[in-house]
């Protein structure tokens, strides 16, 4: 059985799936459409957190928090900023299931 980290699903989600970035896009995307899946970063700021876990509860979407921190997962993004969350609308030749709901 093949390890497939964090990492490689989420670069794997960028290459052939449509995601969303950043707290504010991934909380009107939670208002108006229903992603996979929320993806949010170690250090994702306190306020923005709870917003984006309440309004996915609402939605009935799994969160997923990132061990590491918005610089890498902007990093992994391949964005030349922080990514302090992601929505993964799409999830195209991923397996996003592999990624376990923290919240």
Do not use: W, Y
């Amino acid at each position: 059985m093949k390890f497939v980290s964090d990492i490689d699903i989420i670069k794997r989600v960028l290459e052939t799936g449509k995601v969303s970035l950043g707290t504010r896009s991934v909380e009107k995307v939670l208002g108006t459409k229903k992603p996979k899946l929320v993806i949010i970063s170690k250090n994702c700021p306190k306020v923005a957190k709870e917003n984006i876990v309440h309004r996915s509860k609402i939605a009935g979407v799994a969160v997923h928090e990132f061990s590491g921190t918005s610089l890498e997962l902007g990093e992994i993004c391949r964005k030349p900023f922080p990514v302090s969350a992601m929505a993964i609308m799409e999830p195209g030749q991923a397996e996003i299931t592999k990624l376990r709901s923290t919240r």
